[in-house]
């Protein structure tokens, strides 16, 4: 099986067909017919003429504009006691051929299988009708008429029924034909998912070591690459790849594929094992999950204990519905599940529940959050899984950054929670940023800017109930440890507060200044003199002409200036009253240590800062204060 020649290029687009219907109905005969390929492999298979595990086959086509098109038939078996086989291979599959006995008509298993299908929420499929030459014209026009009115309304109702004979061939080329054409309407599977194989065979090949197959339901393998298997913590190398026989170079999504793997016994692995690079996902098990009952099957009541199947993986779960005793049939109710053992999924993967003795297949649905919280209460998880449903895709990722409040959430976090690659989320989060709408915190931290607002605010109010302005104010670690956030976003919004001069940090102390712990109509006035102070620039008017400016009475005026020259906003630069904004004078500051080893007189500095003797001296004086110039006679040196 596995070739050691050199890898060829990447294979055509592949897409995924399984087969379903009622055991005998000649779903391996008709993929036989189909590829030449008989996917009964095992001796009690070939003995007994049924089908009991899954099988696998391959025609290599054109699509009807001439590209390469591969389609991979995974060939399930019908029998009542084979359901859980058959789910294994019906998960991650693009299209399903209903295959239903022109002798028989529909059977249990026939209705299960479509049923299965909705379920698993695919979406394409065609009817054929096999075993045409084994029954009358009479008998064939019934079953059709019986078969249309089944498939109607189902996921089958806009495909044909294709009547064909595994026999003597007669239908086939027409089958061929709408295969193809089904094929081509496919969506192509989103590129941006993360790397996911969900393991369906283990074997051991001669002359090889370990093999898996399965479908690629993300992402992308190259011969090489190191993979993680989950549940569990373990790793493999990919030694080689094979699409159906053929050795590949890079197997993409939606191909059936065939993986040798390095350092890896096969007792180590087992159906329902999840590929995927390492630490780009979790196994969990807890989710909470949209279900549907189906119709005519009995109540699931709350607490029920069930089979849950999703991909290849199988385990026992209890359900938890939110907001009912029970889901009558025919019923949709949001519900926790709690798995026996994890299983690594994510949002939007579908599952299928069984129940009962003999077990019957009673509901299933797609998985809403695969992260709950266990601290929410149940009405508010049930409300945001609410919001979650409605949202379109986009927005249901800034759900999941706002459910995490002033916390945040990191990237690698969001991919994982949400199955999207790194990079694709990325380029989104950028945007939100841009926009306004996140902020990142440090490197890493990603949260809403409401929640940054709240994280600034939690920090002044925190402040003012320890300290007063003038105080020495609380410890950084401390002050953090009350609040309780992160240390990028405690960070990030006490730098932020700093820079807006709502408090001052001095070694590992922070205290407020003054204006921020003032009523808000006090900081408006404040903050719109200011904004007219640096406006200014390096030649402000005068207080009272700043009152008359702004149509401020001169006495509030002089009270407003005082407040910001304790806040820090504003700075004295001699006893005339005279004050200019902090960032002009750290702008002038900037410009003057550019100047670093020149002399600089009067007449010198007034051409250069473009002012008069009146602000020229003043402003002198204070870089001599603040020891960027040194006055040496009548000139200043910058030091």
């Known amino acids: ?58 025609l290599e086509t054109q ?115 709408e295969l193809i054409g089904l094929a081509s309407r496919v969506p192509v599977r989103n590129p941006d998912a993360v790397l996911r194989l969900p393991i369906d065979r283990v074997f051991v090949m001669k002359g ?10 993300g992402g992308s393998i190259r011969a090489g690459d190191e993979l993680g298997i989950l549940p569990g913590d373990r790793t493999t190398r990919v030694r080689g790849i094979q699409v159906h026989g053929r050795a590949e170079e890079e197997a993409c999504a939606g191909s059936r594929v065939a993986l040798n793997l390095a350092h890896i016994e096969t007792a180590e692995l087992r159906r329902g094992d999840i590929l995927t690079r390492p630490s780009s996902l979790q196994a969990v098990d807890i989710l909470d999950v949209e279900l549907s009952v189906l119709s005519g099957a009995s109540p699931l009541k709350h607490r029920a204990s069930v089979h849950f199947h999703a991909f290849a993986s199988e385990c026992i779960a209890t359900v938890t519905l939110y907001d009912a ?76 950054v706002a459910r995490r409040g002033v916390t945040g959430i990191s990237g690698k976090e969001l991919s994982r929670e949400t199955g999207g690659t790194e990079a694709a989320l990325d380029g989104l989060v950028q945007r939100w940023i841009q926009e306004g709408r996140v902020h990142l915190a440090g490197d890493t931290c990603l949260l809403t800017q409401e929640f940054f607002a709240v994280a600034r605010q ?42 807006e001069r709502q408090l001052h940090v001095a070694g590992e102390f922070v205290r407020l200044f003054a204006s921020a712990s003032l009523p808000s109509g006090d900081r408006d006035r404040m903050s719109a003199v200011a904004e007219e102070f640096e406006r200014a620039g390096i030649a402000p008017p005068s207080p009272d002409e700043m ?41 002038l500051t900037d410009r003057i240590r550019g100047l670093r080893g020149q002399a600089l007189d009067i007449a010198t500095f007034k051409q250069l800062a473009g002012v008069s003797r009146k602000y020229a001296i003043p402003l002198l004086e204070y870089l001599d204060r603040e020891r960027i110039t040194v006055k040496q006679g009548s000139q200043r040196l910058v030091l």
């Open 1 to 58: 099986m596995m070739d050691r020649s050199s890898f060829r290029a990447p294979a055509a687009r592949s897409v995924v067909l399984g087969t379903a219907g009622h055991i005998d109905h000649g779903k391996t005969a008709l993929v036989r017919a189909l590829t030449g390929i008989d996917t009964d492999r095992l001796p009690e298979e070939k003995r007994r003429g049924i089908t009991i595990d899954l099988g696998f086959a391959s």
């Open 63 to 177: 699509a009807p504009d001439g590209a390469s098109l591969r389609l991979s038939f995974v060939d399930v078996p019908g029998h009542a006691r084979f359901v859980r086989n058959m789910l294994a291979g019906a998960a991650g599959i693009d299209a399903v051929l209903m295959v239903i006995s022109a002798e028989e008509g529909v059977m249990p298993q026939t209705e299960e299988h479509l049923a299965i299908c909705s379920l698993l929420g695919i979406e394409r499929g065609l009817t054929v009708l096999t075993k045409t030459d084994a029954v009358s014209e009479e008998r064939l026009l019934a079953t059709t008429r019986a078969v249309k009115s089944f498939v109607r309304g189902t996921l089958l109702a806009d495909g044909p029924v294709i009547a064909v004979s595994a026999h003597s061939g007669s239908g086939i080329a027409e089958l061929r034909r």
């Open 208 to 217: 090889f070591g370990t093999v898996v197959t399965g479908t690629l339901i």
């Open 325 to 400: 005793t029970s889901a009558g049939a025919g019923e949709t109710r949001l519900a926790r599940l709690r798995l026996r053992e994890p299983a690594a999924l994510l949002p939007d993967d579908r599952f299928v529940l069984r129940l009962g003795t003999p077990i019957t297949t009673i509901g299933g649905g797609r998985i809403l959050d695969t992260q709950p919280s266990a601290q929410k209460r149940k009405a508010k998880t049930a409300e945001w899984l609410r919001k979650l449903c409605a949202a379109p895709s986009e927005e249901r990722i800034w759900l999941r």
């Open 458 to 499: 939690s920090i002044l109010e925190q402040l003012g109930k320890r300290s007063g302005a003038g105080s020495s104010g609380v410890r950084r670690s401390e002050l953090r440890e009350q609040i309780g956030l992160g240390p990028e976003v405690f960070d990030d919004a006490l730098g932020s507060l700093e820079q």
């Open 547 to 587: 009152a008359t400016r702004l149509g401020i009475a001169p006495a509030e005026m002089r009270r407003l200036i005082t407040l910001l020259l304790r806040a820090g906003t504003l700075v004295r630069l001699s006893d005339d009253s005279l004050c200019m904004h902090r960032r002009v004078l750290e702008a």
